[in-house]
């Protein structure tokens, strides 16, 4: 069972795998991914009662930092969250 999920991280979208998204104007999918290490317990955008795990990561991009955390949510199916600021 994850962990209560936390109000630290708010929803991008929930695309197909490679489908484009955008995250403070940036495509993740066009670009490297670099763990964190850390972990974000998040709400399904869709259904609240579900509570999923996924890694956090960081992405490089014309001299600025990208916090955002990923992870498959179903066959395919990922969900993007960026975290409150």
């Known amino acids: 069972?994850?962990?209560?999920?936390?109000?630290?991280?708010?929803?991008?979208?929930?695309?197909?795998?490679?489908?484009?998204?955008?995250?403070?104007?940036?495509n993740p999918w066009e670009q490297s991914w670099i763990s964190t290490g850390e972990i974000a317990y998040v709400r399904h955008p869709s259904y609240p009662t579900q509570v999923h795990d996924?890694?956090?990561?960081?992405?490089?991009?014309?001299?600025?930092?990208?916090?955002?955390?990923?992870g498959e949510l179903s066959n395919g199916v990922w969900g993007f969250y960026r975290p409150w600021r």
Do not use: L, Q
């Open 54 to 70: 996924m890694s956090v990561y960081d992405m490089w991009v014309e001299g600025r930092t990208i916090r955002f955390a990923a």
């Open 1 to 26: 069972m994850p962990a209560d999920p936390t109000d630290d991280w708010t929803p991008v979208g929930v695309v197909f795998e490679r489908d484009p998204i955008e995250i403070d104007g940036v």
